[in-house]
Nanobody
């Protein structure tokens, strides 16, 4: 297991922005995709966004046009720029990494709170 280290969560007012980042703490090879899930209290974990090594992206409908996922392949780091945040975006955001051979790694989660 290679831990994923997340950062960037916190408290923001509605309409504000946050940027999450995530990177493996050690060396890892043959990465296929990285992305973010989120889970709000009482709700199922849902995919927010993903990006493959080739640059293909996919977003949940609820965040399209507001969130942007990007990746620095040299650093194996994935970023999630979140703009125009809404109270319903509040959740614990989990970074994940998929290897080509199908293994998945998870981050520990970072809390995003959207409140005035």
């Amino acid at each position: 297991q290679v831990p994923l280290v997340e950062s960037g969560g916190g408290l923001v007012q509605p309409g504000g922005s946050l940027r999450l980042s995530c990177a493996p703490s050690g060396s890892i090879f043959s990465i296929y995709a990285m992305g973010w899930y989120r889970q709000a209290p009482g709700k199922q974990r849902e995919l927010v966004a993903l990006i493959t090594t080739g640059g293909r992206t996919n977003y949940a409908d609820s965040v399209k046009g507001r969130f942007t996922i990007s990746r620095d392949n040299a650093k194996n780091t994935v970023y999630l720029q979140m703009n125009s945040l809404k109270p319903e975006d509040a959740a614990v955001y989990y970074c994940y990494l998929d290897k080509v051979i199908g293994e998945r790694y998870w981050g520990q989660g970072t809390q995003v709170t959207v409140s005035s």
